[in-house]
Each structure stands twice: as C-alpha cells, then as structure tokens.
C-alpha cells in the first residue's frame, strides 16, 4: 500500500527531485454506539477516560479516509466530504504525529462518511479509528493493534473502541485503556435503527460537555462510582446473551449520563420533542413484547437496538413517529481495516 513515484526510481529524471515518495493508504471504520457511556476524563491531555464502557460496533454507516504522505508537500491538508476542513486539522495532524511521529511528511487526508457526521453518531469514532489504521499502514509503522486503539483513543476517547467489531469493552487500566472483544457482531447479531430527529451539528461538542459536567454536575462523582456495576451487569448480559438484562442496564446507564448533563451548570440537554416521541414509541414496543430498547448519546438522534425479528416492526414504528425526519437500520459489523481503493 505504498509506493514510490516514478521519479523517486530514477525514471523521466528531471525536474523532479530524486529522494521525493509517497506513501500512501486507505482505511474504513465504522462509528460504534455505547450501551454503557463513557462521559467524563480523567486526564484531558491523554484523553484518558474517567469510567470504562461497553459499545457495538455497526456494520453499514462507515467512514473512509485516506492517508497520503508526501516529502512534497508544504504542510497537512484535510479534508472532509469533498470540502476542505480547517477546524478539525490540528487534531488530525496531532493524531499523525503520535502514530508515526513528530519528523514525519507532510500528509494529504480525505475523509468521507456515508451518515451525518457531527450529529451524535459518533462520527469522531469512525474518523479516527479509520485515520490511525490508514496512517499505520501508510508510513509502515507496524503498531499493534493495541496500540493503534490507544492512539485512536487519544484523539477521542470513543474511536479506540471502533478499531474492534461487535460487542467491545474498553476498560481503564493504571495509565492506560485495554479493550476487550467480548463478543464477536455475528455472535449475537442485534440490529439498531438509528431515528434521525435533527441534522446539523450540535450546540456543544461532547469534549467540552464532558468538562462541564466534571465540574459542575452535582451527580457527576457518583456517575463514576457507579459505572463497574453497570459494566459488569452488562458484560454478564452479553456472555448470556441475555435481551431484557442488557436492555434494563443500558437504558438506565444511558438515562443516568443524561442526567449528570441535565444538571450540570450550564445544562445540557441533547434531546429534543422527537427524541421523546421515540422514547415513548419504544416504551409501547417493549410493553407489546418486542425486544428492543433505546439509547441517546450526545446529540438529538435515538437509537434503538433490537432483536432481528424485531427490525421491521421497530423501522416502521420509529419512521411514523411524528418529526422523525429519516431513518438508518444496520446489524452490527468488525472493526477497522485497510482496504484497497485503487
Ligand atoms: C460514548 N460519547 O461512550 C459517549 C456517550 C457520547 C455520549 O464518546 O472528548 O467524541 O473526543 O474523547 O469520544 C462522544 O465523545 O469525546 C462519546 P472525546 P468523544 O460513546
């Protein structure tokens, strides 16, 4: 995956310069969505994480960036969905420079997501699980997949768990994450359909949200001194495949997060009317038996997750719901990878 130009082996010799490569790479990755939350740091600088947290990764909403370094090039280019992004470029510049180092090329990025990016759909996830998988391969630095989650991590704590496929823990270690695979996307393959109430991005972004909530949410320390119980309650669902268990655990765990930012000063308040609408709409499924329960994350979209017998009923439920403006259905899917856009 990466190559030498013509120049660089000596053919058409001037006015090229000799010693100039390319060394390039394309990754696709795939957002994942929490059961358990991660909200809060430890430490920002790091980005280490304040609780551990369970997530599925999806199989068909992805993102595809390629990672071109050129000793040519004048300085990092990004950009994103055919427009040139300035705003998130020192963050992906910083990301480049922890896989492959500060003495790197210069790097040519293109990214392009097939779902509404900056929406709570945890689009920084998939950016830059795929990003670290891309430049990894790109400049043949060979991290191990461990590591390449850690970085991934760095640039924003959700994406480390998007470099692995189906049921994911991310746990906090002394300095560190690990990430465990618990449970393979064909082991038990749920389906989620996203309900999309609102596009555009949001009021606040998660990082600084996290923050706020540090600092002033009165419920935010017992939010952290809760969150093993919820882990391992949902890790237990899973292992025993266990529908209801998991779905009581990670309603709660998702209504607690909402609450540490309801009440932290400002509020934040992600959901709006139609967020409640599809509340209430998979309130009267689950009271008609059918195996699906919802999660929010930091924006106004619902997600529900559900058994695959399930997916129709829950689709066209979710799609009638008054003020939904799409909907998005997906099973679960593996974890980031190289693949070949030549
Ligand atoms: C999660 N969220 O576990 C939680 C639930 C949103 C709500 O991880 O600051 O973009 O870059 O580490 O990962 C979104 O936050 O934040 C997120 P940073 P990130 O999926």
Redesign the pocket.
Known sequence: NHRFSAAALGYNSPPVPTTRTTMRATARAQPNI?LI???GKRDTEQ?LPAVG?I?ITLADLFTTIRVEFDDAFQGDSLVVNDAENAAMLPRVSRCLDAVVGGERAHAAITSKSNFPIAAGL?S??SAFAALVVAADVAAQTHHSRERLAGLAGQA????ARSIYGGFVELANQDDAIALTELCPAAGWPLCVVVAITATGPKAVG??EA?ETSRETSPFYARWVAQQQADLDDAREAIAAKDFARLAAVAEHNCLK?HSVMWASRPPMVYWNATTLECMDAVRRMQSEGVPVFFTI??GPQLKAVCEPSAVETVRQRLAATPGVEAVMVTGLGGGAGIIDDD
């Open positions: 929490a939350k991660y909200w980005t947290s997530s945890a920084s996830a924003s704590g959700s994406a998660s990082t996290m997060m994350d930091a």
